[in-house]
Each structure stands twice: as C-alpha cells, then as structure tokens.
C-alpha cells in the first residue's frame, strides 16, 4: 500500500476492547503496509508484558510534566490517575515522510488529535457487549477490581463520544477485526483528497 501523503488513524476505544491485540496482530501480519504505531509516553507502572520503548516510554510525573511544558506532546490526557501521551516529533516527521501512523489512544487525545491533524481518521474499538467488557478485564488480571471499576465508568463516559470517530470496529473475532481494520485503511488510501498529487500527475500525461 503506497500512498504519498501519511495519514494519521486515531484507534479508540474502552480499555479492554483490545484495541492492541487487534494493533500488534494487524503489524506482525501486515509489516510492509507503509503503516507505523506510533510510541506513547505514560506515567502508569509497567505490565510484565510491557517493554520499555516498544509498549511504551514509561516517565515519572515530573519527566511528563516537562515534556508537556516543552511542547513535546501532539496531544496528552489524564487517564485513570496516569498521564497519557504522544510524542509529537515522531508523528509529525513520519506524516511528512508519507508514512500512514496509528495512535492507539483514549478518546480525549483522539478527538484532539482528529482537530489538529487534517484528515485524520477515527475508528473507534467496541466490544461484542459491555459484559464482555468486564470479563476481559477482570481475566486478564493486570489491574486491581477499582482500578476495573474505574475504567468500566470511563468506558461508559467514552462511548458517548463515538459520533466523532468515523469507523467502528467491533472486536468480537480477532482475525475479522484485523481484516476489517485494515480494509478501512485501504479505502482510507484510496480517497481522492489524499490523491491530489498522483491524480495532478495523470491529468498533466493525459
Ligand atoms: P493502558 O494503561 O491500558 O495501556 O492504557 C489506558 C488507556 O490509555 C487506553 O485507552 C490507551 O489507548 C490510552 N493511551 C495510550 N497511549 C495514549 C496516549 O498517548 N494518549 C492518550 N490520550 N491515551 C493513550
């Protein structure tokens, strides 16, 4: 898939939607789509799956707090008690280069990543059911019951913001989601507002 103007896909979604399992399986399928997940930085404890500078860059509050201060952040949010946010310097130049850059992020940095960047494009993560929900939360065991609670009412609070996201995603069968994500960024890819230089071409031969 080539395309000369990157684009930016904000994925959104309550926690536990799975959001990165359908992200780390659509990469290691597709590695070779001109498509990058772009590094977040947070304040919240590592997972022992986490890896520093591949899942995240984990900072204290203060080293987040001047990285906002330094204009580091496309955008950052409180989440759950942590800081959230995208180092800005990677997107931008990868944007630039043509690269396609995926934003795994809640929807507060998403909708404010969809303002600033012209064309970007939401898609927001659902899960089958909200009982699903809980249950996947509550198995994959990497957070206490009120940390669990917390994150079921922010998940309520962000559902109501899925008018702002162009595509859902229901995550019900994984293989089907990563097929169905990145169906979107091809026909993402193929609009003609991120043509213009290959149709401007054509017409000048023509
Ligand atoms: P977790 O702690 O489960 O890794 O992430 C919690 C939430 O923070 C998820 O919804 C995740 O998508 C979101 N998140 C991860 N990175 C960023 C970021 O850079 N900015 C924002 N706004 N949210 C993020």
């Given amino acids: 898939m080539s395309n000369k103007q990157g684009t930016v896909f904000v994925v959104s979604g309550p926690s536990g939607t799975g959001k990165g ?3 780390e ?3 290691k399928r597709y590695p070779h789509d001109n498509t990058f997940l772009s590094i977040s930085a947070t304040t919240r404890s590592p997972r022992p799956s986490d890896i520093e ?3 995240y860059y984990f900072k204290t509050k203060e080293e987040f707090e001047d990285l906002i201060a330094n204009d580091g952040l496309a955008e950052w949010a ?3 008690g942590n800081y959230y946010g995208t180092p800005k310097k990677p997107v931008n130049d990868m944007v630039a280069e043509g690269k396609n850059v995926v934003l795994e992020i809640e929807v507060q940095g998403g909708c404010s990543v969809m303002e600033k960047f012209d064309n970007a494009v939401g898609i927001f993560v659902l899960p089958p059911s ?3 929900l809980k249950n996947r939360l509550v198995s994959r065991n990497t957070e206490t019951i009120d940390v669990i609670e917390s994150r079921l009412s922010r998940a309520r609070e962000e559902i109501q913001e899925i008018d702002k996201y162009e595509y859902i995603l229901i995550n019900d069968d994984l293989d089907k989601a990563v097929e169905t994500f990145r169906s979107i960024l091809i ?6 507002i991120r043509n213009k230089n290959i149709i401007k071409e054509v017409c000048e031969i023509c």
Avoid: P
């Fill in 21 to 23: 399992t359908i992200m």
């Fill in 25 to 27: 399986e659509y990469f």
């Fill in 53 to 55: 500078g591949v899942t």
């Fill in 78 to 80: 409180e989440f759950c």
């Fill in 130 to 132: 909200f009982t699903e």
């Fill in 187 to 192: 026909g993402e890819s193929q609009r003609v």
